[in-house]
């Protein structure tokens, strides 16, 4: 009986010692995308007053949680009985992050372009409350392909290990990616309190203590805006880079026509290429239906002729 018992003990700490070097290869191989995911995650929950930003973020982050619950069983599934969708499904995930990214790009070249008026200030209860459920739907659909990305790398590299080993190593990885990630974004967008929180503790020292807690919080209180902006930037650089790896390593046409280029480069201009046309096609079927006021337009000159 105890020999039965240690056997099984001896069993799992195997398993467990297996498990702990997978996951270190995977979270290697992963580094890369919960970078990307990272900035992505900070510039999506970045812009919220300050009373408003760690609800969001919590928001944010149950939703990242049931991407994972929901992409976790269906990568097991795909991988043992459907393998040859995993490929179709990054495509389209690769589609949606290269026109987020282009997006953004021709958001910044078109107001150079054309000066646009001061963003109107939104005061209204409900609308912000609009506004803000948008932005959060949008985090978590982003989340939710970043994901895709991530647990199919991740289940790349157990592909060869037992069933037992593939779900430790790739849920650890996938925890890894909302935990990590999310928890590193609170601290980031909670940094001006911080900042305020030392100025007000300076107030009651003296002599250099008083000048090393002022100036720290001024430094986080100032550093706090132009962090978010470079995230910003990574992060729309990072929607193109993913997007344009998924079509790089899975295309072979693509990857031939873009070998010419180092790494970086290449998965970023395959990421606007492949954003632009989606852009394009976006806007082009938007000029060709009508808009919100052309219908409800028609709809009310239908009415007054039905009357």
């Not at 991988?79 to 389209?92: E, G, K, Y």
């Not at 953004?104 to 409900?126: F, G, N, S």
């Not at 790494?263 to 970023?268: E, P, S, V």
Request: hydrophobic share 55%.
């Amino acid at each position: 009986m105890a020999a039965g018992i240690f056997a099984i003990l001896d069993d799992i700490a195997i398993l467990l010692d297996d498990a702990a070097v997978m996951s270190k290869v995977a979270a290697k191989k992963t580094a890369g995308v919960l970078g990307d995911d990272l900035a992505v995650g900070a510039e999506k929950a970045s812009g919220f007053s300050a009373s408003r930003e760690l609800p969001v973020l919590w928001a944010i982050t149950k939703g990242s949680f049931r991407n994972k619950l929901i992409i976790l069983p269906l990568a097991f599934l795909l991988s043992a009985f459907l393998p040859w969708m995993i490929v179709p499904i990054l495509l389209i995930g690769g589609v949606y992050l290269a026109f987020e990214g282009a997006e953004k790009v021709y958001e910044v070249v078109t107001r150079k372009e054309h000066a646009k008026p001061a963003a109107k200030t939104i005061e209204d209860p409900k609308e912000l409350l609009e506004a803000e459920e948008k932005k959060i739907k949008s985090a978590i659909l982003t989340d939710f392909i970043l994901s895709i990305e991530i647990i199919i790398i991740a289940l790349g590299t157990v592909t060869s290990q037992p069933i037992s080993i593939q779900i430790i190593v790739v849920s650890f990885i996938a925890l890894l990616a909302t935990v990590g990630v999310y928890g590193l974004v609170a601290l980031l967008v909670r940094m001006d309190d911080a900042g305020f929180h030392l100025i007000e503790r300076s107030e009651a020292m003296t002599g250099g203590v008083k000048s090393l807690y002022k100036k720290t919080g001024e430094l986080l209180v100032a550093s706090l805006p132009k962090i978010i902006k470079l995230l910003s930037i990574v992060g729309t650089i990072a929607m193109l880079m993913v997007g344009g790896g998924i079509f790089l390593h899975n295309v072979e046409a693509v990857h031939h026509a873009f070998e010419f280029l180092p790494g970086l480069t290449a998965d970023i201009t395959v990421g606007l290429v492949v954003g632009l046309i989606a852009l394009i096609i976006e806007k082009s079927i938007h000029a060709l239906l009508p808009s919100k006021k052309e219908a409800v337009a028609v709809t009310d000159e239908s009415e007054k002729e039905l009357s």
